[in-house]
């Protein structure tokens, strides 16, 4: 019998405790609040043509009365107030308009009133010719690769260009777009990324917002030539030169599939004499080659003592 008195005070219990959440969650949701919104801003021009800018950015901040249930409503639903404007005439320029809550647009399932303009009674825009341009997309790095890889194939990316669509009056400055930054320490091996571009301007519209970028990557290794010749370029004619000839050991490093099938032939070793116009002893550096993915790491010598005579 006691058992039983226990089980039932118990079920009591958690009725009691659930009805009294019920009403504590429904005077909740129905509290009376004012919230600051950001309300985006939609100009509707006429034509197909025509685009805009505004100078203040596409949101404004109102301040909106409503119950709590209606402001969580919002981002449940995800569909927020707008301001719209509609330009009924073919004018292009600057244009300023008075804030009224005539224009501010509410969901229909949403039961919220604008009270208050923050910050700004006027809004400031320019109605613009539409233009479409075609741009390079530029990749942009932060960190450095690993030291013991190496690229050996130039980065790919897909698209390389992008179609942008917006008012002239921004596009006549905008020459690229660049990507968001890809964090080269983390790259281990040839691999495909997905990379974001990076928004220029957002009145400015574009269709392929994500590119493919592909590394190619591989060991790093070291190889030694021994005997490279050094050439000496631009000779004054009316000098003699000594020496005249000379050899050079050199220690490159690269990635592996470029370093072991090159030959001492491909690395051009100069001297340049242009300076030298008459008779003395000179101290010149020798020029390293220049070859793509392949880096000098030691060379011996790096200087030539030469004498003019």
Known sequence: MNKGFFQNNLSLKLVSL???FLIWFYAFVQEE????????????TKGEESSYLI??????????SGKRKDFLLIKFLKKFPVYEIKIEDDYFG???????????????QINLTPLKFKGKKFLRFYIDK??????PIVLKFKGMLNQKISFYKDIELDPKRVLVT?????LNNIDYLESEEIDLSKLKKSQSLKVKLRSSDEFIEYKNSIITVKFYIEKKVTKEFKNVP???INRNRNLKITPDSLTAIVEIEGPESIIKNMLPGE?????DLSGIEKKGVYILRINQPMKEFVKIKNMNPSEVKVLAQ
């Open 18 to 20: 659930l009805i009294g």
């Open 33 to 44: 609040l004012t919230m600051t919104i950001p309300v985006q801003v939609n100009i509707l």
């Open 55 to 64: 100078y203040d950015g596409s949101k404004i901040d109102i301040d909106f």
């Open 94 to 108: 600057e244009r300023e308009e008075t804030l009224t809550f005539e224009n501010v647009f509410v969901p229909a």
């Open 130 to 135: 539409k233009v479409t341009k075609d741009v």
């Open 166 to 170: 917006g008012p002239e009056k921004l």
């Open 230 to 232: 050094v050439l000496f």
């Open 267 to 271: 690395l051009t070793l100069t001297v």
